[in-house]
């Protein structure tokens, strides 16, 4: 339940922002930059959640619990039933999956 709340708001914040930058935009011919800011954040998102569908589904499982859900380790754990040390083993290999299909954008 409490993730289809965080879900839903963060579609709302999303359409929210969308909605008001359109209309920045219309108003401001010098708002462009900050339509195109957001271009860049949405296709930024957009090869995250590529990647994230390319690496294995329990490092999958655990980034998406600890990074995107801001849960700690031991509740990652106790949702995914397996031990802290196989969160951490997960969750660095799949970060080190993540660096590697993204490239350093640095």
Do not use: F, W
């Not at 969308?18 to 957001?38: I, M, Q, V």
């Not at 655990?62 to 859900?69: D, E, I, S, T, W």
């Not at 380790?73 to 969750?91: D, N, P, R, W, Y």
């Amino acid at each position: 339940m409490r993730t289809r709340v965080i879900v839903v708001n963060l579609a709302r914040s999303a359409q929210r922002r969308r909605s008001l930058a359109r209309r920045h935009a219309a108003a401001d011919p010098t708002a462009k930059d900050a339509a195109d800011d957001g271009a860049q954040a949405r296709a930024e998102r957009e090869a995250v959640l590529v990647a994230l569908g390319r690496i294995a589904r329990r490092q999958r499982a655990c980034l998406v619990l600890r990074y995107y859900l801001d849960l700690p380790e031991s509740e990652v754990a106790g949702v995914l039933g397996i031990s802290q040390g196989s969160v951490k083993t997960h969750t660095s290999r799949g970060l080190a999956g993540m660096a590697n299909l993204l490239g350093d954008r640095r």
